[in-house]
């Protein structure tokens, strides 16, 4: 594969009179003229090179901000294309070669005047010296002007690489920060109509920033709009609530109180958590229990057991729609009380099934603990801090979701009386001593019992031999369960044995599993993208047989391998939970394998719409 067009005006060296801006649409200007910067893979590389200017970044690094996952065999090879044309557009630094080749991989070099994001921590850090020194109007201005390099978010035409939106969370972050400190320094130079103005645009897109809102009901009461002032608190009582489970933090909710009785703030802003303040106890932050949890009494009665004793760290795994949160979460109910310190529980995926960013998770969990105003920026620091805050604490942390062990790593308690629950969709092999549970679909009565609770209305207990038919047809999954109570529930004109016939008729038997929001294709869908590539490309294989069961030799045939091969592909893909063993009762050879029947179904539908990278013949895990 070569590089996509690689740009003509690469042969025309720039001068050493380059601006460099990060911070909005990645641009590279001459003599105040922009630079034709080349194909969106080429832009790739040169903004991650951005993300680190003057410091060596990796050839994986790099390969990772371009392609993801799922690389071209001759990565390597267009990787170089691209820096040599990036090397011809932007010419020689001012001490030599612009971008320099290491051992560790390539470098960027720039002066400090060059790159606008250097130039905004250059002016941030010297605004909030002054403000510490007593200089407030000159430490403002100095925070104004870095605040105004900002033209959009932080490499705003690259945020499709994943890599380059993790650094985009980061430095927005950082961003609030230093607008949060020039908020400050304003309202104490009695600048409150100006505060308000400048801050409403910010507080919408991150109503649960409380230092933030803060900072906003302060300018807002000062510029005699009691009412607005009381508007953004509640707001944010609001999506705390809702979101997160979590009440507003004391200091604002003094702020609200003064308000109410029209004592607003006479001096500075109130800081919600400083530095050296102690930390309040954690609100127990839990999703609701379902009020249907049916089943899974011995999975229950095992975790009750190895959260309130000696194995504290506990990973539930299982393939998507196995129950594994409704599990978790229905145990962290039984077990809250016992921790003396709370109950937190964090999703360590955003909706649409990618990781969030450690930053945005030690942010969340620093909030719940009253560590909010002190958290470092450098990612091991919060970690440290968060973890220095935890040791000798009793909590329970429930880590819903993890995508893999690095993660887990930075959050899990070093010693002391807390306990962790994880879920996840892979059995995270490499994260240390960990008690294990692996979650299976339902037994049949307790799939048929969780129909019942759901239906409510005695149509599946007056027809047990359908409701059966229903279950089983769904591969007794509780997600794909649920569905069909809910859409029973809603259908009082449906019987048991009509839906179960239709289930069986229907050529797309994933269409018939939707009942208003609540869809398993698009929880699958979610799932499918989440996977590796070559997982992908066995699951397709494998989704082209008759049935769901399937055994050593019949492997073998499908990827085209010999047995020692066939084997550590399959011990593979049961590593990250999208196939199961069943041993037979005399030797391996007699194990059948399973997949779960709605993955199989998807894994069909995507062999058929699309075409799969080729058969991995080695271990597909990593």
């Known amino acids: 594969m070569t590089p996509d067009h690689l740009s003509a005006a690469a042969d025309r060296p720039a001068t050493a009179d380059l601006r460099f801006r990060v911070l909005g649409e990645l641009l590279v200007e001459t003599g105040g003229r922009p630079l034709p910067l080349g194909p969106v893979k080429q832009r790739l590389v040169l903004g991650a090179l951005l993300c680190h200017p003057n410091a060596a970044v990796s050839v994986d690094l790099l390969t990772e901000a371009v392609w993801g996952d799922e690389p071209p065999r001759s990565a390597r090879k267009n990787l170089q294309a691209y820096v040599s044309t990036l090397r011809k557009l932007l010419g020689e630094a001012t001490d030599g070669e612009r971008i320099v080749h290491h051992h560790t991989g390539y470098q960027l070099r720039v002066g400090p005047g060059e790159v606008d994001v250097l130039r905004f921590e250059e002016l941030a850090r010297a605004g909030q010296s002054a403000i510490r020194l007593g200089a407030g109007a000159h430490g403002a201005a100095l925070l104004r002007e870095a ?49 308000a103005e400048a801050l409403a645009e910010a507080v919408a897109e991150h109503p649960m920033r409380e230092r933030l809102c803060a900072a906003q009901m302060s300018a807002l009461f000062r510029s005699g709009r009691q009412s607005a002032a009381l ?43 400083v530095a050296g303040a102690p930390p309040r106890t954690p609100q127990t932050v839990l999703p609701a229990d379902l009020p249907d949890f049916t089943g ?4 229950v009665s095992r975790l009750t057991a190895l959260l309130a004793g000696e194995g504290r760290r506990v990973v539930v795994s299982g393939p998507v729609g196995v129950g594994k949160t409704a599990l978790a979460v229905h145990v962290a109910h039984r077990l809250a009380g016992g921790f003396p310190d709370g109950c937190l529980t964090v999703r360590l995926r955003r909706a649409d099934g990618t990781p969030r960013h450690p930053a945005s998770l030690l942010a969340e969990l620093c909030r719940a603990t009253g560590l909010t105003g002190s958290v470092p920026e450098d990612e091991e620091e919060a970690a440290a801090l968060w973890r220095s805050w935890l040791a000798g604490r009793g909590l329970l942390l429930v880590l819903d979701d993890a995508p893999d062990e690095g993660v887990i790593r930075q959050l899990l308690p070093g010693s002391g009386p807390s306990a962790v629950l994880v879920t996840s969709r892979t059995r995270l092999a490499g994260l240390g001593p960990v008690q294990r549970l692996e979650l299976e679909p339902f037994a049949s009565d307790e799939a048929v019992g969780l129909l019942d609770r759901i239906v409510g209305d005695g149509r599946i207990r007056a027809d047990r031999q359908a409701a059966e038919r229903i279950v089983d047809g769904v591969g007794r999954l ?28 229907s050529p797309a038997l994933l269409d018939e599993l939707a009942a208003g929001d609540l869809a398993v294709r698009r929880q699958l869908a979610v799932w499918w993208a989440g996977l590796p590539a070559v997982v992908r490309a066995v699951l397709c294989a494998f989704g082209r047989l008759p049935r769901p069961l399937f055994t050593l030799t019949e492997a073998m045939s499908v990827l085209g391998c010999g047995e020692e091969v066939a084997r550590r592909v399959l011990d593979s893909m049961i590593e990250v939970s999208v196939l199961h063993c069943r041993l037979g009762d005399v030797t391996a050879h007699a194990a059948l394998y399973e997949i779960p029947l709605l993955a199989q179904l998807y894994a069909r539908e995507r062999a058929d719409a699309e075409r799969p990278a080729p058969v991995p013949q080695r271990p597909v895990a990593g």
Do not use: I, N
């Open 296 to 299: 899974r009494r011995e999975e």
């Open 147 to 195: 605040l105004d390099l900002w033209s959009g978010p932080f490499l705003a035409d690259l945020g499709h690489s994943e890599l380059l939106r993790d650094r985009a969370e980061r430095r927005e972050l950082r961003r609030l920060a230093v607008l949060e400190d020039w908020a400050e320094a304003e309202l104490d130079l009695g600048h409150a109509p100006a505060v």
């Open 478 to 505: 509780p997600l794909a369960v649920r569905v069909c109570g809910t859409k029973l529930a809603v259908l009082h004109q449906l019987s048991a044995a009509e839906y179960a016939a239709r289930l069986e008729r």
């Open 231 to 273: 508007a953004v608190y509640d707001d944010l009582r609001q999506h705390l609530a809702r979101q997160l489970g979590l009440r507003v933090g004391p200091a604002l909710e003094s702020l609200y109180r003064g308000m109410l009785d029209g004592q607003g703030p006479a001096g500075p802003v109130p800081r919600t958590s």
